[in-house]
């Protein structure tokens, strides 16, 4: 049932940011893509502009440790802040609480733009949750300009290779925090695929959620598969 999907960037390479460009001209499944540049480079803000020139380009990832360091520092404050003015956002992959302290930190002082908080935050295995990232999620959240995307449930549990528990009921302490946090408007789907099979085929991944989701009612649903992400986004339907 998954008809689009908003790619996001993991290569370090510049180019491949047009690679995946190159790709959606063809490919009108992708609505949305997040690319992957250096917000302390000194060639930021002309790439920025370079890609972002394509409507399908809807902002950057970086890690939680790059923000950690960085949130701070007056180049990287100028090139969010160029993000924010061109409506672009901000995706952060990692796990730790300082960087979910890092990220309440941004989205505290810059408003206008939002930021996405890839695979819940780096969560963990679900038997093993810290309150280091409890607590961290909790600050985060209440940044009405942050999101939280709920993926990586299945691989980062303990288990071997692909065999990450498929009741959607272990997930629920991550599941049900992440929902006390951010509630119905502000989770967002995303899959991790193909990292999601380090746990589990891509049936199991989206049976946990749309379980999950579904029992919350069908505008929750609607909103955690669909509206959400053109609330973070903006991409546009093609």
Known sequence: ??????????????????????????????????GRLDPLAPDFAANLK???????????????????????????????????????QLDVNGGGGAYLAAISTLATTMPDLRVVIDHVGGSGDPTQLKDEWKNGMKLASK???VFCKVSALVEQTKDAYGKAPQDTAFYLPILDHVWEC??????????????????ATYDVVFRIVKEYFSAKG?????????????????????
Do not use: C, H
Not at 17 to 28: G, R, V
Not at 51 to 73: C, D, H, M, T, Y
Not at 218 to 238: D, G, M, T
């Open 182 to 199: 951010f509630g119905e408007d502000r989770v967002v789907y995303g899959s991790n695929w193909p990292v999601s099979d380090k746990g």
């Open 50 to 88: 370079r890609f972002a020139a394509n409507p399908i380009f809807r902002g950057i990832r970086i890690s939680g440790p790059i923000l950690a360091e960085s949130v701070s520092k007056p180049e990287f404050q100028s090139s969010m802040k160029l993000l924010a003015s061109m409506g672009l």
């Open 218 to 238: 069908s505008v929750a649903e609607e909103k955690y598969f669909y509206k959400n992400s053109q609330a973070a986004y903006r991409w546009v339907a093609r």
């Open 143 to 145: 940044n009405t300009n």
């Open 1 to 34: 049932g998954v008809t689009s999907t908003v790619v996001v960037e993991a290569s370090e390479w510049l180019e491949d940011n047009q690679w995946i460009l190159d790709l959606a001209a063809k490919d009108k499944r992708i609505v949305g893509f997040v």
